[in-house]
């Protein structure tokens, strides 16, 4: 008997809006982001379950939070200073200059910034992050 190798093509199934609430809840955002597109959804419907979602990830994963602030401009509860501190506060000095020079915050971070630049010294991307600030606090 032969057998076909074709892949059979199925119906995306239908992802109820709780279930993808319920994925922005536990974090897994792209997961539910991807849902969203899928299924037509946009992110205002599910402006609870982003601001349960940036409780969750304030402490241990505030990089993300940032990115999705600036690439899909949602609220999750938290201003982006607050994010910034969070992120400065767990030592992720790459990633909070990253998204100090993204969202233009050098001047209300300028002590913070010196010190993650400091932190990063013994890598070449010091240099580099000094000459952004430079030019940055040379425009405003």
Same mark, same amino acid.
């Given at each position: 008997m032969?057998r076909e190798?074709?892949?059979?093509?199925n119906?995306p199934?239908?992802?109820?809006p709780?279930?993808?609430?319920a994925l922005f809840?536990k974090?897994?955002?792209?997961?539910?982001?991807?849902?969203?597109?899928?299924?037509?959804?946009?992110?205002?419907?599910?402006?609870?379950s982003?601001?349960?979602m940036?409780k969750?990830?304030?402490?241990?994963r505030?990089?993300?939070?940032?990115?999705?602030v600036?690439?899909?401009?949602?609220d999750?509860?938290y201003?982006?200073?607050a994010?910034?501190?969070?992120?400065?506060?767990?030592r992720?000095?790459?990633?909070?200059?990253?998204n100090?020079?993204r969202? #233009?915050?050098?001047?209300?971070f300028?002590?913070?910034?010196?010190?993650?630049?400091? #932190?990063?010294?013994?890598s070449e991307?010091?240099?580099?992050?000094?000459?952004?600030?430079?030019?940055l606090?040379s425009n405003?």
């Amino acid at each position: 008997m032969l057998r076909e190798f074709k892949p059979k093509r199925n119906e995306p199934s239908r992802i109820k809006p709780y279930e993808i609430a319920a994925l922005f809840e536990k974090g897994e955002f792209r997961k539910a982001l991807a849902h969203c597109r899928r299924m037509g959804y946009s992110l205002d419907e599910f402006s609870e379950s982003l601001v349960k979602m940036g409780k969750k990830m304030i402490g241990p994963r505030p990089g993300e939070l940032l990115a999705l602030v600036h690439k899909h401009k949602i609220d999750v509860g938290y201003d982006v200073s607050a994010l910034l501190r969070s992120q400065f506060r767990i030592r992720d000095y790459h990633g909070f200059l990253k998204n100090v020079h993204r969202f #233009n915050a050098y001047g209300e971070f300028e002590s913070e910034v010196e010190t993650a630049i400091s #932190n990063l010294t013994r890598s070449e991307e010091a240099e580099a992050w000094r000459t952004k600030f430079a030019r940055l606090s040379s425009n405003q």
